[in-house]
């Protein structure tokens, strides 16, 4: 069974910074295609904040996050990282972790991101 679990999130103020993790259990690597970061704000649909291919090789970033933020990940862990330096109050929301494997995606449960003074 895939398991897919986020920590990281919290409490900071404005041009702070936090990381995010996510790891994954459950899967074989070879199963593996890929791993994203969405965000849902209050009233907002959930949206795709930046993304990273199984290798590490290609990420793909939302506007809003580009320069600011940097998904990374390590294989041997399972894990993928979304660094977030600059943080804004609109950066506020749940943020979620997709693993696309080759059979299914799979979706974690959150964690929740407040930026604010």
């Known amino acids: 069974q895939v398991h897919v679990v986020e920590s990281g999130g919290g409490l900071v103020q404005p041009g702070g910074s936090l990381r995010l993790s996510c790891a994954a259990s459950?899967?074989?690597?070879?199963?593996?295609?890929?791993s994203s970061w969405y965000r849902q704000a209050p009233g907002k649909e959930r949206e795709l904040v930046a993304s990273i291919t199984s290798t590490g090789r290609s990420t793909n970033y939302a506007n809003s996050v580009k320069d600011r933020f940097t998904i990374s990940r390590d294989n041997a862990k399972n894990t993928v990282y979304l660094q977030m330096n600059s943080l804004k109050p609109e950066d506020t929301a749940v943020y979620y972790c997709k693993v696309s494997l080759r059979h299914g995606i799979y979706w974690g449960q959150g964690t929740q991101v407040t930026v604010s003074s």
């Open positions: 459950g899967f074989t690597f070879s199963n593996y295609v890929m």
